[in-house]
């Protein structure tokens, strides 16, 4: 899906780093490298740079399903992590469970090579 780039990437996208990989019909992959600016006092990713890549994908899965003439905003989410990431960068895949007219939901997994890092699932309304 050939979509211009200021309609998947937001000032927020660009500053945390995320990189779009590819966008289809309800489903999102974003990738997200660890740099220094995203790492916690533990010196790993923090889990508030873990969850907006979530977000974002999320986000990006639900305007390729309804469209990108349409705006879609979270209602709620809710993550597990699972283990954390010192190095290297993670891929948040995001998919449309259920699109209906007003609402959508979504799920998404943050993986690091075979490893799951988190997962999520989320509410979003069509407005």
Known sequence: MQIPDGLTQSAFFTTL??????LDDGI???SLGLEPHLRNRGNVMHGGAIFSLVDITMGLACSSSH????????????????????????LCIAKVLHAGRRTLVVE????????????????????
């Open 28 to 30: 999102a992959h974003v």
């Open 108 to 127: 998404a997994d943050v993986v690091q090579g075979d490893k799951l890092v988190a997962k999520a699932q989320g509410t979003f309304a069509v407005v």
């Open 67 to 90: 469209g990108f003439d349409q705006q879609s905003v979270t209602i709620e989410c809710k993550i597990n992590y699972m283990r954390s990431v010192s190095e290297g960068e993670v």
């Open 17 to 22: 780093g995320c990189q779009l990989i590819s």
